[in-house]
């Protein structure tokens, strides 16, 4: 069995910045990819970026150049950097990890889900 604990979340003012962590635990075999996606209310849960075992990513357009995803594939541990955030940036973000192999990219989903973190920028 597969847990991922995500933390970070919170609310931040309209400019500033919060980093969000996510480790994977349990029976874990092979990670292919950890990342992260944000559903905000009313609307579809969409890709923010996604990271590979070996450093590739990708990003949404909507946050190329103000967020920033790495990885610590030894802890089984992903990060999302977020500067210069936007109300729009409002969502429940979660953390998504990949083990079956990656047969496009960026992967259309992940194999294990964290519970999601809330992320709220005010104006």
């Known amino acids: 069995q597969v847990q991922l604990a995500e933390s970070g979340g919170g609310l931040v003012q309209a400019g500033g910045s919060l980093r969000l962590s996510c480790a994977a635990s349990?029976?874990?075999?092979?990670?292919?990819?950890m990342g992260w996606y944000r559903q905000a209310p009313g609307k579809q849960r969409e890709l923010v970026a996604v990271?590979?075992?070996?450093?590739?990513?990708s990003y949404a357009n909507s946050v190329k150049g103000r967020f920033t995803i790495s990885i610590d594939s030894a802890k089984n541990t992903v990060y999302l950097q977020m500067n210069t955030l936007k109300p729009e940036d409002t969502a429940v973000y979660y953390c998504?990890?990949?083990?079956?192999?990656?047969?496009?990219?960026?992967?259309?989903?992940?194999?294990?889900w964290g519970k999601g973190t809330l992320v709220t920028v005010s104006s």
């Open positions: 998504g990890i990949r083990t079956s192999p990656l047969q496009r990219w960026p992967p259309t989903g992940m194999d294990y």
């Open positions: 990271i590979t075992n070996t450093g590739g990513t």
């Open positions: 349990g029976t874990i075999f092979s990670i292919r990819a």
